[in-house]
């Protein structure tokens, strides 16, 4: 047992961008945006597990995640940049996951896992999404605001 703090089930999602705090005025500037954004549908295939020691998190990605996601991925950041919208972390490495357990106590048989899953997930990604986050009484939960096919 890891121990830490569960993602619930219906909040598990892939981050593309974290805009933070964004002023509801620029949400149909911010719709306008995603809508301009093309890009190709694809298949993720869920195959490793990994732990992130500096902000204890458990989590399940891909060995080899698909051009068509990375692109997505690039397009998205440039548009919010060009429009100045301020993400949060500024642009850095894309290591497209999925959080598992958050929280997790550090652990020296963790640290540094990076391993293969028993059984593949794959995901077929043909849109993408923006949503709001709310905290109430320390439990998330996600609002979609705007949904946006991929071809």
């Known amino acids: 047992m890891l121990g830490g703090r569960p993602t619930r089930i219906e909040t598990i999602h892939l981050t593309l961008a974290f805009l933070g705090e964004t002023v ?17 549908s694809f298949a993720i295939t869920i195959d490793r597990f ?22 997505l991925y690039g397009r998205l950041q440039v548009a919010l940049a060009d429009s100045k919208f301020p993400i ?18 550090i652990c020296t048989t963790i640290a540094g ?11 077929l ?4 999404v923006l949503v709001q986050s709310e905290s109430l009484f320390g439990k998330h939960r996600y609002q979609m605001l705007g949904e946006y096919l991929l071809a």
Do not use: M
Not at 113 to 123: G, N, Q
């Open 50 to 71: 990994g732990y992130w020691r500096h902000n204890h998190l458990f989590w399940a990605g891909c060995s080899k995640p698909p051009e068509q996601l990375f692109d």
């Open 24 to 40: 509801t005025a620029r949400l149909p500037e911010l719709h306008a945006l995603a809508n301009g954004i093309k890009g190709e």
């Open 113 to 123: 896992l990076d391993f293969p899953v028993t059984e593949r997930l794959t995901w």
């Open 125 to 128: 990604c043909d849109r993408f």
């Open 88 to 105: 949060d972390p500024p642009i850095q490495a894309f290591t497209p996951h999925l959080t598992l357990l958050r929280k997790v106590p």
